[in-house]
């Protein structure tokens, strides 16, 4: 097991119900399956992370299967490189586990030891992944406060959640690999031209991450046509849900279908 103690980075042990450090400090394992690594005086707010009603929409929509084909690239990638034996792999930002158990399912296929860990700020989100997913290690933590050991890991999944570069080097070991997810230029293109009086297209260089070659990249584009309450639903997943008027949430509520462009950059760093 990779987990370190969040308090004194210690190696922790799984007991009964709960992981224990060599200093003592205990945290248990919740009835759904996970483990909150996020110690009260590592929180910025009581509840940090998307809420209930945000988690439950991201779920309605990505069920509909509208991010699929993204999704089985990531997998497939993850495939191709973890050739080696009892390989780990952690999801950044997991969410409530969508693409963390598909990843997991193709990863076991090729090694039945493969351990899988999603790790999400939001314990309303891991809750529901935990619960749903018992194929895969749940765990609330702080993506700035990565609860893994030094050199831990073979690879890092970052499907758009924000990081610490430093973490992320800290915790894949040489030769490992980290696949980020991030928006290109024209993702989501329709919501933004109805929401803003000039549209900016996303920046689609990869990040300079020191420790780490960029050694591939890769865009994924395809035309969505979604139903008007998955197009709701995916507004409310994205900050353009703050910025959109009553007018149009109400007719994406209204609407037969809304063709929208999925696009995304995969950029595949490994670790020096």
Request: net charge neutral; charged share 25%; hydrophobic share 35%.
């Amino acid at each position: 097991m990779a987990y370190q103690c969040p308090l004194c980075h210690s190696p922790m042990t799984r007991q009964a119900r709960a992981y224990v450090c060599e200093n003592r400090h205990q945290f248990d394992i919740a009835k759904e399956g996970y483990v909150n690594l996020m110690p009260v005086q590592h929180k910025r707010s009581k509840d940090p992370g998307d809420n209930k009603a945000m988690i439950q929409a991201r779920r309605r929509f990505l069920n509909g299967g509208h991010y699929d084909a993204m999704r089985d690239r990531v997998a497939a990638l993850c495939a191709e490189l973890l050739t080696n034996h009892a390989p780990q792999l952690l999801d950044l930002g997991c969410g409530e586990g969508y693409y963390t158990t598909h990843i997991a399912n193709v990863l076991l296929e090729q090694h039945s030891d493969t351990k899988v860990y999603g790790l999400d700020i939001s314990k309303v989100a891991v809750r529901f992944a935990a619960k749903r997913y018992p194929e895969c290690h749940f765990s609330v933590a702080s993506s700035q406060r990565l609860p893994f050991a030094d050199n831990s890991l073979d690879a890092i999944v970052r499907i758009y959640a924000p990081s610490s570069a430093q973490e992320m080097l800290r915790c894949i070991r040489p030769g490992g690999f980290l696949l980020t997810v991030t928006p290109a230029a024209r993702h989501l293109f329709e919501y933004k031209a109805r929401i803003y009086d000039s549209v900016r297209l996303h920046e689609e260089s990869p990040e300079t991450l020191d420790g780490f070659t960029l050694e591939h990249s890769e865009k994924v584009n395809y035309t969505m046509t979604l139903p008007g309450d998955d197009a709701f639903d995916l507004l409310q997943m994205t900050p353009f849900y703050w910025h959109a008027s009553d007018e149009f949430r109400h007719s994406l509520t209204q609407a037969s279908v809304f063709p929208c462009e999925a696009d995304f950059m995969l950029h595949l760093y490994r670790k020096k």
